[in-house]
């Protein structure tokens, strides 16, 4: 099966311009999540869907942040305004039930904020 | 606030040698525990998951073991090869506030 794609892989910005990222999960995978991976660091979940319903964006940054999965299937995460310290890799990953589970990763976006 | 920890930054073993990596949490137990591996410039592909009531679970030469009591998660790479080297992240999935964390993750080489 194909795996989750990403784009761009790459994306560099200034501070305070947009962003936006795109996420195509396995074929008929329910669940779909956001994560922010900072060098060093491991994956911060930013927001989770169960089909195009949100189940959690707790640590989503709601003043600058916003997603959404149209359909229940691609999803968009956009960054408007972004700030220096967004700069990080974001992952989008699937998976197949309602209760999180085994996830499959995308090669992820790098986004350097300058 | 729930807390993980993987044991240190980087891991050199020995190819050959059984390589093992610790994933220590604090407060609550999570309902299951995964184990992911990393490789640069790419995203964390899924290796083990193994549930709260399960005491250890094996695929291959990778054996994870679930100690509730210690709340410690051991990950082994068996018969370890340069190939295996990537950083290993754990991730525990919390029930009780329906979250789930990452560990920052080991950095592991593997010396020819």
């Known amino acids: 099966e194909a795996g989750v794609a990403q784009s761009p892989r790459y994306k560099i910005i200034e501070k305070r311009q947009s962003v936006a990222f795109w996420c195509n999960p396995i074929?008929?995978?329910?669940?779909l999540y956001w994560y922010q991976q900072i060098l060093g660091q491991g994956p911060k979940l930013l927001i989770q869907?169960?089909?195009?319903?949100?189940?959690?964006d707790s640590q989503l940054p709601k003043d600058r942040f916003s997603a959404e999965r149209l359909k229940g299937v691609d999803s968009t995460l956009k960054i408007q305004p972004a700030k220096l310290e967004d700069s990080a890799v974001y992952l989008c990953?699937?998976?197949?039930?309602?209760?999180?589970?085994?996830?499959?990763f995308g090669p992820g976006t790098r986004l350097t904020v300058t | 606030s729930q807390k993980i920890e993987q044991n240190s930054e980087a891991l050199n073993i020995q190819e050959g040698k059984t390589a093992t990596l610790t994933c220590n949490y604090t407060n609550y137990s999570p309902a299951y525990l995964q184990w992911y591996r990393q490789d640069p410039g790419r995203g964390p592909v899924f290796l083990l998951l193994i549930r709260e009531n399960e005491k250890e679970k094996r695929k291959e030469r990778l054996k994870v073991t679930f100690d509730t009591t210690l709340k410690q998660s051991l990950f082994h790479i068996t018969a370890s090869q340069p190939a295996d080297s990537a950083t290993y992240l754990c991730a525990l999935d919390i029930n009780r506030d329906d979250k789930i964390i990452f560990g920052k993750g080991t950095r592991l080489h593997i010396l020819p």
């Open positions: 990953a699937s998976s197949r039930g309602a209760k999180r589970g085994e996830q499959y």
């Open positions: 074929s008929g995978h329910a669940t």
């Open positions: 869907f169960q089909n195009n319903g949100v189940v959690d």
